[in-house]
């Protein structure tokens, strides 16, 4: 049991390249998180699911886009990279009931230049 | 809104040393409390958390009780010990009434180093 596990660990982009970071969890939970962290301002919600095949924007969202097409999987894309995105990057899963815990990934660190 | 305020770090202290990091918050409804830890280099891992008013959360000799009539949760521990040196925070998980989850609201974190 791995728990939630994120791809890649750390990451240099250029400004206006794209790419996918996937999170995975083996734990067949349904509701699925995208967190951004940076320094002074805590944890901030881009993205969630709370199922296969749905999602909903948090505080965070422009910018990012998100697919969620296996209950295991929650990939969150940037289309176009910008310095502003430059941040530590974690994923957190759920079960669905009301008082469920969240269990986060260890987090991807990117760098965008 | 819902929000969390936490102080300030980072705390340092000496091994064996009394903690507290103090959190209120501000929610509508009956929020759930959380405190998570991230060790330098990991994800956030949950420490304790409390569902109603008056409920205490422990874990690793860390505390925290829900007190509703202060709106606080502040983290304790009679004895820190270097291994504790970490971020801690704070967060709230109110339900989004008509909506589908919980969010989880953060505090800043506060980074507690304990040494030797």
Redesign the interface.
């Known amino acids: 049991n791995a728990g939630v596990t994120q791809t890649p660990k750390f990451r240099v982009l250029k400004t206006g390249q794209s790419m996918t970071l996937l999170c995975a969890q083996d734990m067949n939970h349904e509701y699925m998180y995208w967190y951004r962290q940076d320094p002074g301002m805590g944890l901030r919600l881009i993205h969630y699911s709370v199922g296969e095949g749905t999602t909903a924007k948090g505080e965070v969202p422009d910018g990012y886009n998100v697919s969620r097409l296996k209950k295991q999987n929650f990939l969150l894309g940037l289309e176009s990279a910008a310095p502003s995105q430059t941040s530590v990057y974690f994923c957190a899963s759920r079960l669905a009931g009301v008082q469920e815990t969240q269990y986060f990934g260890p987090g991807t660190r990117l760098l965008v230049l | 809104g819902n929000s969390?305020t936490q102080m300030e770090g980072p705390v340092t202290l000496s091994e064996e040393a009394f903690l507290t990091i103090n959190c209120t918050y501000t929610a509508t409804g009956y929020p759930?409390l959380?405190w998570?830890v991230q060790y330098p280099?990991?994800?956030?891992?949950?420490l304790l958390?409390a569902?109603k008013a008056d409920d205490k959360g422990s874990n690793k000799g860390f505390e925290a009780t829900y007190r509703k009539e202060t709106t606080s949760f502040h983290l304790e521990k009679g004895s820190v010990q270097v291994s504790d040196s970490a971020v801690y925070?704070c967060a709230l998980s109110a339900?989004n009434y008509g909506g589908?989850?919980?969010?989880?609201i953060?505090?800043?974190?506060t980074l507690l180093a304990v040494q030797p």
């Open positions: 969390v759930s959380f998570y280099g990991e994800g956030l891992q949950l958390k569902t925070f339900l589908a989850t919980n969010k989880l953060f505090g800043t974190g």
